[in-house]
């Protein structure tokens, strides 16, 4: 969207928890890398219980037996996240009619995720919505920093044909990387209360229920 003093605005997007409800897989995988290594499985709710809070945390406390080896077992996990990402992962409700609809009106996109690049473009082409957002798509070990430094939203910002953030620019994401990612490029932050991150101390611009009540935050900057 481009304001009255020729600028145009953007907004980028987290994906686990704020695009798409990937609690399933997620949780699946780790049972999946279990069998591998030859571990009986556990409830599937409670490996649920251990995602959102990144993905050592996650490796550490749902397979407890290879506790402090991280480095072996996380390229196990990607391999099994690799076949089974999509066998149950959705959008939320507005998803694609808020992206549309920013699309219609002007806005740039990017998405700033710390989820590996082969998922995060294999889902986005999934779902159909990687045209929205080209080049601005700024995933774990693409940037020599990862979220809550700000430096990927500034590298996405730069894949956008070289926009510079503003203080009209947003970050939406659930979890408080997401937030302080966005605080520390300097840019407004929407808090997705229907993901499944962890806030912790951040704090945020506004905080919306569904991704379409974010429109209506949007439509102030356009003026």
């Known amino acids: 969207m ?3 003093d020729d600028m145009m605005n953007a907004v980028f997007f987290d994906m686990d928890g704020t695009l798409i409800d990937s609690r399933a897989d997620l949780g699946a ?3 999946f890398t279990r069998a591998a290594l030859g571990l009986a499985p556990i409830p599937l709710e409670e490996a649920i219980s251990y995602v959102g809070n990144g993905a050592r945390f996650l490796l550490e406390h749902a397979i407890p037996e290879w506790a402090g080896r991280f480095d072996d077992i996380w390229p196990m996990y990607v391999e099994q996240y690799r076949a089974h990402m999509l066998d149950r992962t959705t959008l ?7 992206l549309a609809e920013l699309h219609d009106r002007g806005w ?5 995720t710390n989820k590996p690049n082969f998922a995060c473009r294999a889902i986005l082409e999934h779902f159909g919505l990687a045209r929205y957002f080209g080049n601005a798509v700024v995933a774990g070990g693409d940037c ?10 500034r590298q996405a910002a730069s894949q956008l044909n070289g926009h510079r953030l503003s203080a009209h620019d947003w970050m939406v994401g ?3 990387t997401d937030l302080d990612s966005g605080a520390n490029a300097g840019i407004k932050t929407a808090f997705c209360t229907f993901g499944f ?3 912790k101390e951040s704090r945020y611009t506004v905080k919306i229920n569904r991704l379409d009540e974010l429109l209506r935050y949007l439509k102030a900057e356009e003026t």
């Open 2 to 4: 481009r304001r009255k």
């Open 29 to 31: 995988t780790v049972n």
């Open 92 to 98: 939320y409700p507005g998803v694609r009619a808020t």
């Open 108 to 112: 740039l996109m990017g998405i700033n």
């Open 144 to 153: 020599p920093e990862m979220k809550p430094s700000g430096l990927p939203l």
């Open 174 to 176: 659930d979890n408080w």
């Open 197 to 199: 991150g962890h806030l």
